[in-house]
Every structure is written in structure tokens, then in C-alpha cells.
């Protein structure tokens, strides 16, 4: 008996041997054999963890191991804890130095189809910087402008400004976050962006500014009958009928003028002796006050990019470093520092850039200048978004529609003013 357990320990030994004898590759080749047999039976669950030690190798068959048992995890993914593998294991294969662009689709596709959008856009982003692959790109401009809406809805949403946007309901306004969440409430006659960490606001015959917590932090003595916008710590008041730059503390400067708008890069557009034009904060004119008008967006901004666009005797001027750029325009929308402009010629809308070039055709019967690569354009009744190619990315779907900035834009439906964001651009990752 003694002799017969010695010769099983030995042939136990023997067995062991050859088994650590053999190379990585061998036993990757032997576990991947017997999963094979057993997914051939539908037994997946079994398969799994020799598929795993398989892909636990550095070997020859590490790449084909992996492939399986992706196949795997794929067919067991409602099971607990098995998405979780699936995804770590895309992780481990994205993070390589030679990692192939398959990989990073097959990874976002995962992940638009469980309708996880951020994180597809995200997987997108790190493959085209790492592979630069065009099928990426492609992907990625096809899925990177689905958006969600806000619920909250108001009577009336401006243009966004920065990264909060000023909102009204029954009457009052407040400011709201650029998804739609209100964070200053609508209890005030009238409102200023929010810049500088505060809000000017009017109530009650008072102007004073709020912080973001709506605590009045400074007090405008002797009133004003108007407000205009705050940005750059300058913000137009009305008093005693004339216009007067103030900060955001109410010091008052000593320039006076008819009108003023918002101040965008250091300009401003200015009417003074009946005549518009731009100034700067130390009150040199850009554009002298010889015209009937300055194009100004909502906001009442006019400059950016070095760009204006004067108005007179029925045309529209480009302006670009305080000098006259060529052609002529019936309508313009100013330029935001994102993109190229909103220009109309002979009855339709079209883009040009700051050399007055065109980009985009005027094929649309309204729009609005780019702002985070999209711009609003309407086509019949209804608005909707093209990208820097001219292409509609977001149907015409839209009563009204306003530009795009911190990754949201007020929209108009049957239901009011709301705003949407895309998700891209959601603090929630995984909505």
C-alpha cells in the first residue's frame, strides 16, 4: 500500500512538472480549448474564469484570450458585477500604448447603448487624441450633440451669459444656472447678468447688487431709472437721463451718453449727439459716433473677436481692428469669440468670418452667430442648430431658439422657455 501512495505522489509530481514546464502560451492554448467547449454549450459562467486566467498570461495569446472573453462577459452582462469586468477590461486595452482605435469604438458604442453618453463622448475624445483615427472622429461628431432637457420652465429666458442666464416667471426675474436651475430667485423687477460674483438688481425703487446666495452685498445711493448688463465690472445706469458706467460697487465714472451697451472685450457700443459708435473703458472711440447704429446681440454686446458690425443709411459694415472691412450686409448678428457671424444677404442668412469671408451659404431664413461650435438657425417656421460645417446637427424643432454657451441653450416649445444641455456637458455622468 505504502509503495502504491508513493508512486501516486510521484506521478502527481510528474504531473505538475509538466504542467508548470509548459509556456504561457500552452496554457493560454489549453484554457481557452476548454472554454471553447464549454460556450459551445451555452455555459458561460464557466467558461469565464478560465477565459480570465487565460488573459492573465503576458503571452502570445493574450489578445485572443481577451477577444473571448469580452464574448463572455458580453453574453452574461445582465449578471451582477459582470459590466463592471467588461468595462475594466476595455479600460486595460484603451490603456496602452499601441491600444487600436476598434477598441475605443467598441468601448463608446458600449456606452451610447446603454444610452451613457458622457462617458461615450469622454472614451471618443481619448481615442481620436491618442490614434487621431477618422472613424472616431466620425462617431464622435455624430453623438456628441445629444442633449437633455431642463424641466423648469419660465415666461422668458435671455441669452446665456457665461455660465448662469437671467430668467423670469410671473413677472420677476432671477438668474438661473446654465442648465436651468434657478439659483437667484425671480423676485426682482429687473436683473443684470451675473458677473463678477454678483447680480445688479432692482426692487422696490432700489438698486443693489446680490451674490450668488442672493444677499444684498452693495447699495446704490440716490437710484437710477434704468439698469443695464453687468460684465467686466462695468454696468450702464440711467440717471437724470443720461447713461453712466458704473462697477459693480456703484462707482459712477463721469462719461455720459445718450445710450450704452454691454461691455464685450473692452468695447462697448456708445451713442453720443445722436450718432453710434464704440468706445473703450478709458473713453477713446474704436469706431467713431457717425452711424445709426451699432449691431448689438441681446445682451447688448457688440465686439468681439476685434470685430463690429456698423449700421447706416439701410447697410450693415463689417468692422475688424477699427477699420472697414469690404462688402456690404442687409442684416448681422455680432460675433461671439467662439465662431463666425450671422450675416444676411438678399433675404437669406449665411456666416462669414472676421475677414468677411463666407463660410457658410445663406440658405437660412434666420440665425444667430456661433457660440461652442453650434449655432441657431431657423428654416421655415422652426429653429434648430448647425455645426462650424454648415451641417444640422439639432433639427428644426424649436419655437425659438438662443445660442449655446457652458455647453446649454433657452429654447422656446409649447411649453415655455427652457433650457437644454447637452450631455456632453452634464454634471451627472451616465444621464
Not at 458604442?109 to 481619448?126: F, H, Q, T, W
Request: with cysteine.
Amino acid at each position: 500500500m505504502l509503495v502504491g501512495a508513493g508512486c501516486a505522489v510521484l506521478l502527481l509530481i510528474s504531473w505538475v512538472i509538466v504542467i508548470s514546464s509548459k509556456s504561457g502560451a500552452e496554457k493560454q492554448l489549453e484554457l481557452m480549448q476548454q472554454a471553447a467547449a464549454l460556450v459551445s454549450d451555452g455555459i458561460y459562467i464557466r467558461a469565464m474564469p478560465l477565459l480570465e486566467e487565460a488573459a492573465g498570461y503576458n503571452a502570445a495569446h493574450t489578445l485572443a484570450a481577451e477577444a473571448e472573453l469580452k464574448k463572455v462577459y458580453l453574453a452574461l452582462i445582465g449578471n451582477k458585477g459582470i459590466s463592471r469586468k467588461y468595462t475594466g477590461l476595455l479600460e486595460k486595452q484603451m490603456s496602452r500604448r499601441d491600444a487600436h482605435p476598434d477598441v475605443f469604438a467598441e468601448t463608446a458604442n458600449y456606452y451610447l447603448g446603454i444610452s451613457r453618453i458622457p462617458e461615450a463622448l469622454e472614451v471618443l475624445k481619448a481615442g481620436i487624441e491618442k490614434t487621431g483615427n477618422d472613424r472616431l472622429v466620425t462617431l464622435y461628431e455624430s453623438s456628441r450633440y445629444a442633449y437633455k432637457s431642463n424641466r423648469t420652465s419660465y415666461d422668458y429666458v435671455s441669452a446665456i451669459f457665461g455660465s448662469t442666464v437671467q430668467v423670469q416667471r410671473d413677472g420677476f426675474w432671477g438668474i438661473a444656472e446654465a442648465d436651468g436651475v434657478e439659483m437667484i430667485p425671480c423676485e426682482y423687477e429687473r436683473i443684470s447678468t451675473f458677473s463678477n460674483d454678483r447680480a445688479i438688481v432692482k426692487k422696490n425703487g432700489e438698486i443693489y447688487a446680490v451674490d450668488r446666495e442672493n444677499n444684498r452685498i452693495a447699495l446704490l445711493s440716490g437710484g437710477a431709472a434704468d439698469i443695464g448688463n453687468l460684465a467686466e465690472d462695468r454696468i450702464p445706469l440711467l440717471i437724470g437721463g443720461v447713461w453712466r458706467r458704473a462697477s459693480g460697487d456703484f462707482t459712477l465714472g463721469a462719461a455720459e451718453f445718450e445710450q450704452l451697451g454691454t461691455y464685450s472685450c473692452g468695447y462697448a457700443a456708445a451713442k453720443t449727439g445722436g450718432k453710434w459708435g464704440v468706445v473703450d473703458k478709458g473713453n477713446d472711440w474704436l469706431i467713431p459716433a457717425e452711424y445709426d447704429d451699432i449691431v448689438r446681440d441681446e445682451l447688448g454686446r457688440c465686439y468681439a473677436r476685434g470685430a463690429v458690425f456698423a449700421r447706416s443709411g439701410g447697410a450693415v459694415f463689417l468692422f475688424v481692428g477699427g477699420k472697414r472691412v469690404e462688402g456690404t450686409y442687409e442684416d448681422a448678428r455680432p460675433f461671439s469669440e467662439e465662431g463666425y457671424a450671422a450675416v444676411k444677404k438678399s433675404g437669406k442668412w449665411g456666416y462669414v468670418d472676421t475677414d468677411g469671408e463666407t463660410v457658410i451659404g445663406y440658405m437660412f431664413d434666420d440665425a444667430l452667430s456661433f457660440g461652442q461650435h453650434l449655432a441657431a438657425v431657423k428654416q421655415g417656421e422652426l429653429w434648430g442648430y448647425i455645426s462650424l460645417s454648415g451641417k444640422v446637427v439639432i433639427g428644426p424643432e424649436f419655437i425659438e431658439a438662443k445660442s449655446y454657451s457652458n455647453g446649454s441653450a433657452p429654447v422656446l416649445t409649447g411649453r415655455g422657455w427652457h433650457l437644454i444641455t447637452l450631455l456632453e456637458y452634464m454634471k451627472e455622468v451616465g444621464i
